[in-house]
Every structure is written in C-alpha cells, then in structure tokens.
C-alpha cells in the first residue's frame, strides 16, 4: 500500500488554476506535518508549500508566494495545494510528503526532512 497518493494533476494554460490533492494510508495527516516538493526535468527537486501538524503555520517557496494555497482536512486525512496563476515555470513533477510528528512548516523546507513521499502527479503550464 502506498502511504502517499496524489491526483489533480494535468495540463493546463497559463494563468489557469489547478487543485493538487494527496491523500494518506497509514500517516495522520493531523499530527504530521505535510508538504509539497516539484521537480522539472534536468532540475533538483524544490520545496513549493508546507503546513504545520497543527495547521497553525504555512511555508511557501518565494516563487510560488500569493499564487499556491496549502491546506489540510484532517477528516478526510488529505492536503491539499491550490494552485492559481499558473507559470510554464510551474511545470513539473508535483509530490507530496509528510514529515516527523508534530513538526511546524518551517521543518518541512528541506527534502532531508520528508519521512514519506509520494510518487507524484505532473503539472504541464503552456503558454
């Protein structure tokens, strides 16, 4: 069983918006930390988002800042990143991770801090 999965992904224009939702087997997303991580190709894989355990704080790559949303519904143990205004510079592999318990957002800025990661979605931005 695969602990993180993501779906939402797709093509889309520029300026277009898209949904990213990953959902959790066996990780509570309401004591961990989650987050998002994208990789285009021939690149590192970058931090996008993250959200505390408890929700209370978010993190977001300055590239991203005012256009992406990062929630959680711990309900429905699943994160979310709302996408907005998107950039061709947006297209990349989307995945999703979550970190050691009860970790704030700002521990989830570094890949070397994801316990579990998705197998990522693709996100195409055209001009």
């Known amino acids: 069983q695969v602990p993180l999965v993501e779906s939402g992904g797709g093509s889309v224009q520029a300026g277009g918006s898209l949904r990213l939702a990953c959902t959790a087997s066996?990780?509570?997303?309401?004591?961990?930390?989650a987050g998002w991580f994208r990789q285009a190709p021939g690149k590192e894989r970058e931090f996008v988002a993250s959200?505390?355990?408890?929700?209370?704080?978010?993190e977001f790559a300055d590239s991203v800042k005012g256009r992406f949303t990062i929630s959680k519904d711990n309900a429905k143990n699943m994160v979310y990143l709302q996408m907005d205004s998107l950039q061709p510079g947006d297209t990349a592999v989307y995945y999703c991770a979550a970190g050691s318990l009860f970790k704030s957002a700002q521990g989830m800025r570094s890949p070397s801090a994801v316990d579990v990661w998705g197998r990522g979605t693709q996100v195409t931005v055209s001009s």
């Open positions: 959200i505390g355990w408890n929700s209370g704080s978010t």
């Open positions: 066996g990780r509570r997303f309401d004591i961990s930390p």
